[in-house]
């Protein structure tokens, strides 16, 4: 039986980095499907990003030319499988990379920010908390209704799709993780 080459790539968000709880773990959910692990680094951004729509755009610009110099030479095209994790403004940057170089990967898309619908396709899963204050409910519903990708909405979670409440916390995390290893396995086995 031939093995098939797959690779897994995390997009961190701007202060939710690749050890916090939803990229950790669906970081050990793709190693566990046999994938490659490689961690996108997009070097010091800007702060206070938040709100403002100039320091944003600026944050994910210099996010996806890092992430383009790092992985010039990757070969993406040599893998079987691609499937890019993202979260927060890591989505616009693994959504444009994807769409840049054609990759055709599969996409976990954690808490979008409303702007990386621009370059969000018809490919993945979206997970969004009603009490994020990165993004509206409604227009990421409408966003992934057009694109006809699956939303998974948490009540109340914020843009760490947390509450405040731990034990809450860790049961909406469980959930998460459910359907993202349905997605990774699904995904695989195309």
Known sequence: MIMEKKIAVIFPGVGYHVD????????????????????????KLPS???????????????ALA??????????????????????S????????????????????????VEASFQAIGTEGIVFHGTGDDWAKTEVISAECEKR???????????????TGNALRDLEILKTIMEKTDQYIREFSSR
């Open 48 to 62: 206070g990003i938040k709100g403002d729509m100039k320091k944003m755009y600026e944050a994910y610009e210099q």
């Open 89 to 112: 403004i890591g989505t616009a940057v693994a959504a444009s990379y994807d769409a840049q170089y054609e990759i055709g990967a599969g996409h976990i898309y954690y808490t979008p």
């Open 148 to 162: 006809g990708l699956p939303l998974y909405l948490t009540e109340q979670a914020n843009h760490s799709m947390e």
């Open 20 to 43: 916090k709880p939803l990229l950790y773990y669906s970081r050990k959910l793709a190693g566990q499907y046999g994938y490659e692990i490689v961690c996108a680094d997009y070097g």
């Open 66 to 87: 890092n992430v383009t110099e790092k992985f010039a030479d990757l070969d993406f095209h040599s893998y079987d499988r691609v499937l890019f994790i993202s979260k």
